[in-house]
């Protein structure tokens, strides 16, 4: 027995001269994310159609609700496009809605297939009535129905009731790579998340300062990465050891200016290493007003130190939004662990808020922390996260062997 899915794309539909590359795009994500087990994927104009065996049923079903680029996902029967083949599809799809105690449905079709003889109108009034002879539980409601069966007419026919939610969105890779500054924090899984959503490839970057944060802290970051690489589909992590430059912005002796000189810092060494991986952009996590360190004038300070856009889905989102969306993404639990990042441990008791950019700008100059920065990048460790370690971050132990293994499972 095999599960069918069809696969809903979304916003992609809406592109016009590159549609094909977003299309080629989604299509490679899934392939990839599904490579563990036995499955057939086809691509017709505005859908995707799945097929996998049932014991894959959930995984599958799964890994389409993390793929960004995914609109929606319903279970549905493929059939020949004969009337009274469509009709038993109906009622069987009916049946098991009724047996999970629905009483009131409506039928929608679409017909792309305008040969077919029965317009949409005739179709959905067929099948309507063929469901209400056979179980006499069901009556019609097309104002308040519990459940729609779903009709579409095209070089097959395809009968489903209920659509699963996909994350929507663009499929990664689609708008290039970005360069994610993640710490420990609610703020920054967050919005890697985020821009996963509208196509951009993420690799992070986190700074360490050991002995001053603790080897628990840095093991909360990388289980963060593996976290969101269920939503990118893999994850490079640049962990970059930032003791040295932390020590020198402290012998400074502007104790008011720590924190901005720190993400300043930050902020350049993210610019090398998105050089060095050709990436077009660097993602933070902040939200303006939020903390001291992003006023408006703090965060043009520490954009200074790059060329690239820096982008910010969470600049306008209140803290409340992010905590409910770090809840539903599974990253909060860990974000809470009680290791506290550097830029905590170093926070003066009273920040600059509104800085003089020329003068903090020439005070960041004065610290001659470039070298510093450099060493600390070339020295960084890289980690590697694939997809089998973020299913395994999830529970999916045995499709995680499979998907490492690169055989499909047995």
Not at 142 to 157: M, Y
Not at 184 to 207: K, N, Q, T
Request: neutral net charge; glycine residues 8%; contains cysteine.
């Amino acid at each position: 027995m095999r599960t069918f899915f069809l696969i809903k794309p979304g916003e992609i539909e809406l592109k016009l001269g590159n549609r094909r590359e977003f299309v080629h795009r989604l299509k490679e994500q899934i392939q990839k994310r599904l490579h563990g087990i036995h499955f057939d994927l086809e691509e017709y104009p505005g859908r995707f159609f799945l097929s996998v065996e049932e014991k894959d049923t959930d995984f599958a079903l799964f890994v389409l609700q993390h793929c960004p680029g995914v609109n929606g996902i319903a279970q549905a029967i493929k059939s020949e496009k004969r009337t009274e083949r469509i009709l038993k599809a109906a009622i069987e799809i009916a049946s098991k809605e009724a047996a999970r105690g629905a009483r009131r449905f409506k039928v929608e079709t679409r017909r792309s297939d305008k040969s077919f003889p029965l317009d949409s109108y005739g179709m959905s009034a067929a099948a309507g009535d063929a469901v209400t002879q056979a179980l006499s539980s069901l009556s019609v409601d097309v104002h308040n129905p519990d459940f729609i069966i779903a009709i579409e007419i095209r070089e097959r026919a395809y009968i489903y009731a209920s659509t699963s939610p996909g994350p929507r969105g663009l499929p990664v890779g689609s708008q290039g790579k970005g360069v994610l500054l993640l710490s420990g924090g609610i703020d920054s899984p967050v919005a890697g998340y985020m821009m996963a959503r509208r196509g951009l490839a993420i690799e992070s970057v986190y700074f360490h300062t050991y002995p001053f944060t603790s080897e628990e802290a840095q093991k909360k970051v990388e289980q963060l990465a593996r976290r969101i690489a269920i939503w990118t589909g893999s994850m490079h992590a640049w962990i970059v050891s930032f003791t040295e430059v932390q020590l020198k912005i402290k012998k400074g002796g502007r104790e008011e200016a720590n924190t901005l000189m720190l993400r300043m810092a930050m902020m350049k060494a993210a610019d090398v290493i998105a050089s060095r991986i050709k990436a077009r952009a660097i993602v933070t996590g902040e939200s303006l007003g939020q903390v001291a360190s992003q006023t408006a004038e703090n965060l043009r300070l520490s954009q200074s130190m790059t060329s690239l856009p820096v982008l910010r889905p969470l600049i306008g989102i209140d803290k409340e939004e992010t905590i409910a969306t770090a809840r539903r993404i599974g990253t909060y639990t860990i974000s809470i662990l009680p290791y506290e990042d550097c830029c905590v441990l170093f926070s003066p008791k009273h920040p600059v808020l509104k800085p003089d950019f020329e003068d903090l700008r020439a005070y960041f100059s004065s610290l001659e922390l470039e070298s510093e920065i450099l060493k600390a990048v070339d020295k960084a460790e890289e980690k590697f996260f694939s997809f089998g370690d973020a299913l395994r971050e999830y529970g999916l132990d045995a499709y995680a062997e499979f998907w490492n293994a690169g055989g499909p499972r047995a």
